[in-house]
């Protein structure tokens, strides 16, 4: 146990010591492409399926494997514009990264409607046929307007001891690094770990009303989120649960030289 809980720190701790590497807050320049097709995002790697369509006016986009982290990139929010100042707005516009993007030569493909909310009033079919534009990106904190940090119970989970549950809505600007779960009254915490995308689980999961924490990157270490009571007793496969928290914190991160970089307007 001790030896255990010793590994998960370390684990934890080289966890979020990389995604602090990573400088998601750095302005960084790539082109981006855009999905001709809108199903094509819903069913992303991430696993939100059709959940996806409800978030960010469905400004989807698929990230390449730096920004995807294995998983603990899906639902990062990015603010975005194109560079040709004829074509494109100085704003630009935010997307959610809901899926994998294997192609190299962008760091995003965006949803046809993230892509067009780059443009300049009336040139959006002009940055269509463009196709590929020149971007500059940073992460911003997602804003999810009033929603709680939420979870739903995975088609796969098998009761009573295998539980997998998705998170949605995750707001800020953080990473999930590690979650635990126990019967909602107890101190036995049984970890869950990420099987893909927004996805965790557990093969060890308490019967009757289920309480949760999340441990996320914040500061230059990690914070605890707890929930009180996530999954009432009588939880169904596919149902969707409110925490009754929300994350709203900015991981810090030792950028070096982007820290004098600027979204100039
Ligand atoms: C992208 O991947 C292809 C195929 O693996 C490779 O040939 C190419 O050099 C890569 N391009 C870049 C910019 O990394
Ligand atoms: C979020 O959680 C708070 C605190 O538990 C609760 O009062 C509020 O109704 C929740 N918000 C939504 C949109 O469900």
Request: aromatic fraction near 10%; glycine fraction near 10%.
């Amino acid at each position: 146990m001790g030896l255990c809980f010793f590994l998960f720190l370390l684990i934890s701790t080289f966890t979020i010591a990389n995604a602090a590497n990573a400088c998601d807050r750095c302005l960084h320049q790539t082109k981006v492409a855009f999905f001709s097709t809108p199903n094509s995002l819903s069913s992303g790697a991430c696993g939100y399926g059709s959940l996806a369509t409800t978030f960010y006016g469905t400004h989807l986009a698929a990230a390449v494997p730096s920004i995807y982290k294995s998983g603990s990139g899906c639902g990062a929010c990015f603010q975005m514009r194109c560079k040709d100042s004829k074509v494109c707005s100085k704003e630009g516009t935010q997307v959610i990264v809901t899926d994998l993007n294997k192609n190299n030569e962008t760091d995003f493909v965006v949803s046809g409607r993230a892509f067009k909310a780059m443009a300049n009033k009336g040139m959006a079919n002009n940055l269509l046929k463009l196709g590929v534009v020149d971007v500059e990106y940073k992460r911003v904190p997602c804003d999810f307007k009033g929603k709680n940090l939420t979870v739903r119970v995975e088609e796969s989970t098998k009761k009573p001891n295998y539980l997998a549950l998705k998170f949605l809505y995750q707001g800020g600007q953080t990473e999930i690094v590690a979650v635990d779960i126990a019967k909602v009254g107890s101190s036995s915490w049984t970890y869950m770990t990420r099987n893909y995308g927004a996805v965790w689980d557990t093969s060890r999961a308490p019967t009757g009303p289920v309480q949760l924490r999340l441990l996320v990157t914040s500061g230059y270490d990690g914070k605890w989120i707890w929930a009180k009571t996530v999954l009432p007793a009588d939880w169904t496969v596919g149902g969707v649960y409110d925490s009754g928290v929300q994350i709203d914190d900015i991981a810090q991160e030792g950028c070096g030289e982007c820290d004098e970089q600027d979204w100039k307007s």
